[in-house]
């Protein structure tokens, strides 16, 4: 059996700007990673899954797959806060007014190629290479096996409220605990085996680092294995341990829906745990967001008081946060 992940950077580069690294990791029933590394660009991602995917793969991608809404969040976005966002995770607004939706390019490249694009609704296809959209954070907070109980681990962001050095040297920290974590999962149900490939063993075996390019080539292959092991998550156990988000949206005009296939625990299914958190509505959310980035800004300019200003830059942060970390 494949389970296949797939961390896309959603710009689809140009001729003057190369593309960003998209992770990729494969999976097997029995949690070895056959394959992981990185590509760039996404015919380079496209080309490579038609070439390694066998029928009855299961790919998961960590990207907008299906974006037929002009503007604001589509359903399944919205609901990775409601459901999600007392543990601090919330999504991007996706719409088709969008530049950088290289997700939607990959979907037509790998249906083009004979692939089906699945909802979550119903199981794979033996025969079929199926591939759906996913999102690491929702697998963290949701599998009981990680133990983030109460709060996503911050592996991506820096602290703003931090002296640059500082919020590097925490990122490290908490991005080497999650490796731990992910370490510890050879005996799960689905297992998998970090130290089971040259590439991914280095993640156990090397302390991250604060240079910026550094931690984010060790995220993009860490978030890869992330979606591989949700693949394996949403076949293994189906519903039992995941929701489908957006899974009442209106579909598309070919009829597919945009959704999220995301592990979950109870409190986060539909109607259960809703934050209490006032949130952004639709239309002002990317508004918002700009002005929390500008007053950030603007506050580290401030040439004194740091004491006095670095507890608005937490709080920007954490709203920041709240709004948009993906």
């Not at 592990?263 to 508004?287: D, K, V």
Request: charged share 30%; hydrophobic share 40%.
């Amino acid at each position: 059996m494949q389970y296949i992940g797939v961390d896309l950077a959603w710009g689809e580069g140009s001729a003057q700007r190369a593309a960003k690294e998209s992770g990729f990791a494969v999976l097997d029933g029995r949690g070895v990673i056959r394959e992981a590394g990185w590509l760039r660009g996404i015919d380079a991602v496209a080309d490579w899954l038609t070439a390694t995917a066998e029928p009855g793969a299961v790919i998961a991608v960590d990207a907008p797959l299906v974006v037929p809404n002009a503007t604001g969040m589509r359903t399944c976005e919205k609901e990775v806060g409601s459901r999600y966002g007392r543990w601090r995770v919330a999504a991007n607004a996706s719409n088709a007014g969008l530049g950088w939706l290289g997700g939607v390019r990959l979907r037509e490249r790998l249906e083009a190629a004979g692939f089906r694009y699945t909802d979550g609704t119903v199981p794979a296809s033996p025969e079929d290479r199926s591939f759906f959209e996913c999102y690491p954070y929702t697998t963290l907070v949701g599998m009981v096996e990680l133990g983030y109980d109460d709060e996503r681990p911050r592996y991506k962001r820096l602290n703003a409220s931090l002296p640059a050095p500082e919020g590097r040297a925490r990122r490290a920290v908490a991005m080497d605990e999650l490796i731990r974590r992910v370490g510890l999962l050879r005996d799960a149900e689905p297992p998998v085996d970090l130290g089971s490939h040259p590439l991914t063993s280095r993640l156990l075996e090397e302390p991250s680092t604060a240079v910026a390019s550094e931690h984010k080539h060790r995220e993009d292959l860490l978030d890869a294995v992330l979606c591989a092991w949700t693949a394996a998550i949403w076949h293994v156990h189906g519903e039992a341990r995941t929701q489908v988000l957006g899974r009442d949206d209106a579909p598309d005009s070919e009829g597919r829906r945009a959704t999220i296939v995301a592990p979950a625990r109870e409190e986060q299914r539909a109607g259960r745990g809703r934050s209490s958190r006032p949130r952004a509505t639709e239309a002002g959310r990317g508004s918002i967001v700009g002005v929390l980035e500008l007053a950030l800004r603007e506050l580290r300019r401030l040439p004194e008081a740091d004491e006095r200003t670095r507890p608005h830059l937490a709080d920007l942060r954490d709203e920041l946060d709240r709004l948009a970390p993906r």
